[in-house]
């Protein structure tokens, strides 16, 4: 199981970026996905979990509105587009992969990429 992001960049304040995780060595429906952010000198904050279906989200309240997460099956691959990007948005985002039907906090993710750093400046 291999999950590498990408898209991570400099972005001001309101301006949105795309993020991107190719996942490997596993079907596209194995698992659900999601990401997660750590920003320095913080806990790990929940962003966004998609079920393996793509049928099914949620977000953490601090992006709800603002991020969408989606998920394409035919080359395995989750998207999450961020929008109206605010400073407190900068962190390091990471996309995981869960065996929970619908990852919904920190602790449904069992592993990691090597996350994409996102910052967004005014």
């Known amino acids: 199981v291999q999950v590498v992001e990408s898209g991570g960049g400099l972005v001001q304040t309101g301006g949105s970026l795309r993020l991107f995780c190719a996942a490997s060595?596993?079907?596209?429906?194995?698992?659900?996905m999601g990401w997660v952010r750590q920003a320095p000198g913080k806990e790990r904050e929940f962003v966004a979990g998609?079920?393996?279906?793509?049928?099914?989200?949620h977000y953490g309240d601090s992006v709800k509105g603002r991020f969408t997460i989606f998920r394409h099956p035919a080359n395995n691959t989750v998207t999450l587009r961020m929008t109206s990007l605010r400073s407190e948005d900068t962190a390091t985002y990471y996309c995981?992969?869960?065996?929970?039907?619908?990852?919904?906090?920190?602790?449904?993710?069992?592993?990691w990429g090597q996350g994409t750093q996102v910052t967004v400046s005014s």
């Open positions: 995981g992969t869960s065996t929970s039907t619908l990852p919904m906090r920190v602790a449904s993710f069992q592993s």
């Open positions: 998609i079920n393996r279906s793509a049928f099914a989200t």
């Open positions: 060595g596993f079907s596209y429906d194995a698992y659900a």
